[in-house]
C-alpha cells in the first residue's frame, strides 16, 4: 500500500503545497490549477516493508501524469519514493 501526493515545486523546485493524488482527476486538475502548478513532483510514500525501488506500475503511473500534465503546460520534476529510511528518485535514477 502506498500514498502518493502532487508536489507543487516552486521556482528553486522547493515544495510549497502538496495535492493529495485521487482517483477524480478532475478535482486534483482543480487544486493544481488553483494553487498555480507548473512544476510537480510525485512523492509515493509506501508502507510497511516495501523497498524503495520502483515497481512497473510506478513507471506507469510516472509516465501516464506526464502524459496528462503536458498540455497544462505542467511538468514533472521527480517521483519520488521513500520507504522507511531509504529513497528512490526517478530523476537521479535517469527515468525522467
Do not use: C, N, Y
Amino acid at each position: 500500500m502506498a500514498k502518493l501526493d502532487l508536489l507543487i515545486l516552486d521556482a528553486a523546485w522547493r515544495p510549497r503545497d502538496r495535492v493529495p493524488l485521487v482517483d477524480d482527476w478532475r478535482a486534483v486538475i482543480g487544486r493544481l490549477l488553483a494553487l498555480d502548478g507548473r512544476w510537480l513532483a510525485l512523492h509515493q510514500q509506501r508502507l510497511g516493508d516495501a523497498p524503495a525501488l520502483p515497481h512497473p506500475a510506478d513507471i506507469a503511473v510516472t509516465r501516464a501524469l506526464t502524459r496528462r500534465l503536458h498540455p497544462l503546460d505542467m511538468r514533472l520534476a521527480d517521483h519520488m519514493i521513500e520507504a522507511g529510511e531509504t529513497r528512490f528518485s526517478f530523476r537521479a535514477a535517469g527515468l525522467l
